[in-house]
């Protein structure tokens, strides 16, 4: 019996009345590019996240190049992020016309080690982009007390991570609460998937969602009147439907993963204790949604050689830090400048985490993980 890293079948067997029942109100409309139902959306994702304002955009990296677009980077302006993520936070960067600065991880957290940040900014940074990698937010507490002092624009990139909460100030804030601006995505993998492409900017600030809104429409909002040069950038009604339909499962979707981990977090301790492994921590003042389960392994590309050798989903996420991504030798980067985020590329794989996974596959990843090791069979 093979298991899935990710098994979508199920999650549309669960839903699939829901989501129909929205899909067919478009159809009957013929509303398809930012109609009601992406305004339905918006309205439902703001208030999800606790939120002023949603601007629903074609997907997660244009989420965030527009927002990194709507600061109006200079040659020469930088953006401070991690190396270790998805390529579209730096991408979008210097597709924005910024210059990537980046900043080694925490070993624990995989996410930007805010300890390391201030002795990256310049008087040229104008932003840093905070990546809550995994499902787990990134420190925000501290990040936004060196930004705010340095005057630096905070967007969230939360592409992994709608849903997670974190303490700042000892009161608990959701993942798009806390920076100037946050991206989501709604890739068919995240916590919550559309059939396609999507994305959202949300953001506090009345003006800069004005500015986003224009962005995603050739720079106008009125048609055939453009004030500045935008994007086609748009949340096709389609799958805002299906996204419609799915947010009211998302926090029991959180759950049942947070649920798996917890799981498995004891029963690989052992495992860990014999040093073969380390498991994911969340910091107490954090609440993970677990986009992925990911734990630093020893042999690691033997693990996951036989791990798909019977039938086990697993991934590596990320294999090269984008320091040593060849198209951003221009950085000047090198070999051993981060060198906790390349430790993290050689030893990272995730393995199934998603909320329909049953018991007896969830046994089967650990019994086959332990098998490796020699450990319990």
């Known amino acids: 019996m093979s298991v899935a890293l990710l098994d979508l079948k199920r999650q549309f067997a669960r839903v699939e009345n829901d989501v129909r029942l929205q899909i067919e109100r478009v159809l009957r409309e013929q509303s398809f590019i930012l109609g009601p139902v992406v305004q339905e959306f918006e309205a439902a994702v703001a208030a999800h996240a606790g939120v002023e304002h949603a601007i629903g955009v074609a997907s997660g990296t244009d989420a965030l190049l527009l927002a990194l677009r709507a600061l109006d980077l200079q040659p020469g302006d ?35 080690d805010p300890a390391r940040l201030e002795a990256a900014i310049t008087p040229r940074t104008r932003a840093i982009v905070p ?14 007390e060196i930004a705010r002092r340095r005057g630096v624009f905070v967007l969230e990139d939360s592409a992994q991570s709608i849903g997670a909460r974190e303490k700042v100030g ?79 499962h998302l926090d029991g979707w959180s759950a049942a993963r947070r649920e798996h981990a917890a799981w498995y977090h004891a029963r690989f301790e052992a495992l860990e204790a014999a040093g073969h492994l380390v498991r994911p921590r969340v910091p107490e003042t954090s609440e993970s949604v677990y986009n992925q389960y990911t734990l630093r392994v020893n042999g690691r590309d033997r693990l996951r050689q036989a791990l798909h050798d019977q039938g086990i989903g697993c991934a590596v996420y990320y294999p090269k830090p984008l320091h040593l991504q060849p198209c951003f ?23 199934p985490v998603y909320p329909e996974l049953e018991a007896d596959e969830r046994e089967r990843v650990a019994r086959a993980v332990e098998r490796f090791y020699g450990g319990a069979a």
């Open 78 to 112: 930088e953006v401070v992020t991690t190396p270790f993520t998805f390529f579209a936070t730096a991408g979008t960067i210097h597709n924005a016309g910024g210059r990537a600065v980046f900043v080694d991880i925490d070993p624990v957290t995989f996410n930007l």
């Open 131 to 144: 990546v809550h990698l995994f499902g787990l937010m990134s420190g925000m507490e501290r990040v936004l």
């Open 329 to 351: 030798h221009y950085l000047g980067y090198g070999e051993g400048d981060f060198p906790r985020a390349e430790r993290a590329s050689a030893q990272v794989l995730s393995i």
């Open 170 to 248: 000892g009161e608990w804030k959701n993942s798009g609460q806390l920076g100037d601006a946050t991206a989501f995505s709604f890739f068919p993998s995240k916590n919550l998937g559309a059939f396609g492409d999507g994305g959202m900017v949300v953001t506090p600030d009345a003006a800069f969602a004005d500015r986003i809104r224009r962005l995603r429409t050739h720079g106008g909002v009125k048609m055939y009147h453009h004030d500045e040069v935008g994007l086609n950038s748009r949340l096709d009604a389609l799958q805002a439907a299906v996204l419609l339909a799915k947010l009211p």
